[in-house]
Every structure is written in structure tokens, then in C-alpha cells.
């Protein structure tokens, strides 16, 4: 399964400046696991101590905010986007 | 006395906002030159501005500041903004009044004190052009040209109308479905208005994408790169509060919540107050008042979370219909800290509300007024509120930009013809 991923500016300095990357992987587990392959570090980012997305991290696999569907275990189907976003924003 | 909110800056800041020093993270500490970022990149959290308040004999700045204009630029020296501020071109909003309820106090039993902070007037009638003002002058700062937002209608109307006083381009963003008067007060000012197919966290979501691309180059998006410039405007509303008390701190604050942000700065600015010797510190508390159909925050207070699980919106407060809210943890953090609480009011309880406080003192609040009068009611029927103590209720906008929400019930007593025996008939008279 590849997935286009696109990063936030505050990590691009994992992707070489690059704001939309592919990974592989069938849940967004398997695509944070294939990203931190790819971009050593990334994962430590997005993820905390326990391995949880962070509370201030907002993760979309096509138009759905993750924490609606079933979080780190959401399906990542074949050609979907992905787009990781600070949470604070807004109001 | 020098008062730093957090430690000293680790960078020189490269601009000249007044006692502003740094980028902060509330979350992990990490500091950043100012500039227009709104994350950390260490851990996401969110970045706050870290200040070098003034020092010095606290009844030589009340002076200083009670002889400034009557607007927020009165507490420039306490705000990341130029010293000249004042003399640029902007809105000048705030100084709006702390109207004493007594009728109002009447009907609820509140024999403390009660007051309605009265936001709607404000030049675009919301509390928006207080955080928009300090925003305008960051995006001046750091050389933005474009002013933009993602917006639940109050302040898509504020940046319009910021933006063309302060001779800026503007592109703001909202939800497709707003109140017709939102969504004209909006595109009146003459800047791009942009209708999203989606809700406001949909339409937060955009913004946040259009930052990072080159789409959004040279643009100021007022609420999510200049966030943590534009959120400190909300600490002019506890100096405000104060200063009209006769420099007293409240006991009770009752605060709508939408991501959450203008709560946590009241709170940031009644403690600034307190470390700079302005007020007597002492204790007090404050409460958080949202809408049942987005509840966010009180669903979490009430369980006893410490994280907040997003939901989707469904109430006519339209402008506190954010399902996602950033600033809600912290929320929760203060309103337990404080010994407050979180609760939120159903649609028909907040019209009844927005009536109640129309008549009994003449306010006319837009919903978000509604909610945080009929949480106020519902915390003193549940003893949460303690009626015998000095209470603050914030009425953030102008029943004007929300008719739909009252109109099905507030129409005319009687239709008649133009004579006496037709007025007589209607029993009208006397």
C-alpha cells in the first residue's frame, strides 16, 4: 500500500525540505513506521514516549481526523493522503 | 521587580515587539526567536510569548496606564507590540464596558455582584478585534502582506475590516454554512471571503495545509502562525475587567470556550496582574461555558479527562462550534486549578438565555453571550457558582450577527391597524 504523506513545515527538515513524501504501509502505524525508515527521527516527533500519536499532533488519512476512526490502527488504503498537522491552531 | 513568564530569552528576537522576548512551548519549555511560528518543532505543543514585564513601583504603571488611550494600546507595555503602537493605523478596540447587572443579578439570586463584560462593543462587535489588533501588528513585524484566517464568522469580520484599516490584502476562510449576518460582515470589507464545504475544524485543517504550501507564501494567517501574538490579546480583557473593578480581581469568571484560547489568557493576564503587584492576589475562579451540541471540554471536565476527544459540532453557537479544540487540556487544567468548573447549555436554554439578558439589561448577545449567561444560571442552580461572590460573565459578540437563532421567537406583540379602537382592542394600552 503507498500513501502520499504530506509533512508539516516543522519536520521537513526530516525530508530534505520535501512537503509531500510516499510511504508504505496498511494502517498509519505501518506508514509512521516506514516513514521513521526513510527520515530517521521523524517518528520521535509525531509520536510520544509510549508510543502514542502526540496530544498535539493531528493525523488525517484522506478528510478523517484519525482520533475518529481508530487512531494509529486506521486503515491506510492504496493512493490515500496522509497529512500530519499541529494541532494548535484555530479558535 | 522584573517578572519573566518563563526564563531568559535563549535568542536576541530580531523585531521589535515591547516587552516580548521569545516564543515559548508550553508544553516542553523549548524557546524560539520571535517570528511567525505557532508549533514547536520539538514536540508540537503549542508556542506562547514569553515576556521581560516591567519592573518598577506598580502605582507608577497603573497611572501610566490609566492615562492611555481608551482602548487596548492603554496596556501596551504589557503586550508584544511596538511601543508606538498607538499611533499606527488600527482598530483600537477594547476599553468596552463592565456593565453592573443588577437586574440581571436579580433573577438569578446573585447577591455578590454580577457583571456583564460587554464585547459586542467592539468596532466589528466582537471580541475578535481585540487579538486581531495585536496580530495586525506581528504581520507588520515580520513583513506579511496578506492577512487571513480560519474563522467561525466573528473573526473572518474582524480581519476584513483590520486588514483595510491597516493597509493590508485579505483572504479569509469559513465554513460554508455560517449566519447570513456573519457572512455579510465578512465580505463587506472587500477582501477575499472563501466558503469551505465543511465545518470550522474542516476549515482549520485547510488553513494549517495552506501554510506549509507555497500557495500560502507571505501570508499572515492571524489565528494559526501569528497565533501566539494574536491569542495574548485576550489578557486585555482580565486587565480590562480589573482596572474597571478599581484594580480588584473577580472571584468568579464565567468564559465561553471554543478552541479554548481566549480562557487561558484571561487567565494568563489575571496572573500577570497579580506578579506585577497591580491587583491583590488572591484567590479566584474561573468557569468554562460551551454549547451541548459541541462540548468538547465540558464532556472531558465532567468525566475527569485530562485530554479532550473531538466531536462534531451541532448548535446554533455557531462561533464556539469548534469540535477540535486546541487550547482545551489546558482548559481543564485551569478551570481545576482555579476550583471552577466546565458546563455547557442546550440550544433552547441558550436562546432563553440571550432573551433574559436582553431584557432584564438591555444586551443583546450574540449565542456565545447565551451560553455563558445560561451556564451561569444552570452553575448557581447547581451550587457550582457561589451567588454571593463578585462574578464576571463575558458576552463576546452582538445579537446582531445571530438573528436566526432568536427570530422564530421574538417578533411583534401585535399587528393592528393605525387607530385607537384597533390598539385598545389588542389590550395593549396601560
Redesign the interface.
Given at each position: 500500500m503507498s500513501v502520499k504523506v504530506?509533512?508539516?513545515?516543522?519536520l521537513r527538515?526530516y525530508t530534505g525540505g520535501e512537503?509531500e513524501v510516499t510511504a508504505e504501509g496498511a494502517t498509519l502505524s505501518e506508514v509512521i513506521a516506514d516513514l521513521e525508515k526513510n527520515h530517521q527521527g521523524i517518528a520521535a516527533?509525531v509520536l510520544d514516549d509510549t508510543g502514542k500519536l502526540?496530544?498535539?499532533?493531528?493525523v488525517?488519512v484522506n478528510?478523517d481526523?484519525v482520533?475518529?476512526e481508530q487512531g494509529l490502527e486506521t486503515a491506510t488504503p492504496d493512493g490515500a493522503g496522509v497529512?500530519i498537522?499541529?494541532?494548535?491552531?484555530?479558535? | 521587580m522584573a517578572v519573566h513568564s518563563t526564563e531568559t530569552a535563549a535568542n536576541t528576537p530580531s523585531v521589535a515587539l515591547g516587552p516580548a522576548t521569545a516564543l515559548s512551548c508550553r508544553?516542553c519549555g523549548e524557546r524560539f526567536d520571535l517570528g511567525p511560528l505557532?508549533?514547536?518543532?520539538?514536540?508540537?505543543?503549542?508556542l506562547e510569548v514569553a515576556y521581560d514585564l516591567p519592573s518598577g513601583d506598580p502605582e507608577s504603571l497603573k497611572k501610566q496606564i490609566e492615562a492611555g488611550p481608551d482602548n487596548i494600546w492603554r496596556y501596551a507595555p504589557l503586550l508584544p507590540v511596538p511601543t508606538d503602537v498607538a499611533d499606527k493605523p488600527n482598530l483600537n478596540p477594547g476599553f468596552t464596558k463592565l456593565v453592573k447587572a443588577d437586574r440581571l443579578a436579580a433573577e438569578l439570586g446573585v447577591t455578590g455582584g454580577l457583571y456583564v463584560k460587554d464585547d459586542s462593543g467592539n468596532p466589528t462587535h466582537s471580541f475578535k478585534d481585540r487579538v486581531v489588533a495585536i496580530a495586525v501588528e506581528a504581520a507588520r513585524a515580520f513583513g506579511f502582506t496578506t492577512l487571513s484566517c480560519?474563522s467561525t464568522g466573528n473573526l473572518a469580520g474582524a480581519v476584513g475590516a483590520a486588514a483595510r484599516r491597516a493597509g493590508f490584502k485579505s483572504c479569509v476562510f469559513i465554513p460554508h454554512d455560517l449566519e447570513a449576518g456573519k457572512v455579510v460582515m465578512a465580505a463587506v470589507y472587500g477582501g477575499d471571503l472563501v466558503g469551505i464545504e465543511g465545518n470550522?475544524?474542516?476549515?482549520?485543517?485547510f488553513?494549517?495545509?495552506l501554510?506549509?504550501?507555497p500557495l500560502g507564501e507571505g501570508w499572515g494567517?492571524v489565528?494559526?502562525n501569528l497565533?501566539p501574538y494574536y491569542g495574548e490579546g485576550s489578557k486585555t480583557l482580565a486587565y480590562e475587567i480589573c482596572e474597571q473593578l478599581g484594580w480588584q480581581l473577580p472571584d468568579q469568571l464565567v468564559i465561553p470556550i471554543?478552541?479554548?484560547?481566549?480562557l487561558t489568557k484571561i487567565d494568563k493576564g489575571l496572573k500577570e496582574l497579580i506578579a506585577l503587584g497591580l491587583v491583590e492576589d488572591k484567590p479566584y475562579k474561573i468557569f468554562g461555558a460551551q454549547a451541548e451540541g459541541c462540548s468538547p471540554v465540558s464532556t472531558a471536565f465532567k468525566a475527569g479527562h485530562d485530554?479532550v476527544?473531538?466531536q462534531?459540532p451541532k448548535t446554533i453557537a455557531k462561533s464556539l462550534a469548534?469540535g477540535?479544540?486546541?487550547?482545551g487540556?489546558y482548559v481543564l487544567d485551569i478551570a481545576r486549578r482555579t476550583g471552577g468548573a466546565v458546563e455547557d447549555v442546550n440550544d433552547e436554554q441558550i436562546v432563553d438565555a440571550i432573551k433574559l439578558l436582553a431584557r432584564t439589561e438591555g444586551i443583546f448577545a450574540e449565542t456565545a453571550g447565551g451560553v455563558t449567561v445560561g451556564v451561569t444560571k444552570k452553575l448557581i442552580e447547581d451550587g457550582l457558582l457561589d451567588p454571593s461572590l463578585t462574578t464576571v460573565v463575558l458576552n463576546t459578540g452582538d445579537g446582531l450577527k445571530t438573528l436566526d437563532a432568536v427570530a422564530p421567537t421574538s417578533g411583534p406583540t401585535a399587528t393592528i391597524r393605525p387607530n385607537l379602537d384597533a390598539f385598545r382592542a389588542a389590550g395593549l394600552a396601560g
Open positions: 504530506r509533512i508539516p513545515t516543522i527538515t512537503a516527533r502526540r496530544r498535539f499532533v493531528n488525517y478528510d481526523d482520533r475518529f497529512s498537522i499541529p494541532a494548535v491552531a484555530g479558535g | 508544553e505557532f508549533a514547536c518543532a520539538t514536540c508540537f505543543g503549542p480560519s470550522y475544524d474542516d476549515v482549520n485543517r488553513c494549517s495545509e501554510i506549509g504550501d494567517f489565528n494559526v497565533r471554543a478552541s479554548g484560547s481566549q485530554v476527544r473531538p462534531k469548534i477540535n479544540p486546541a487550547d487540556p
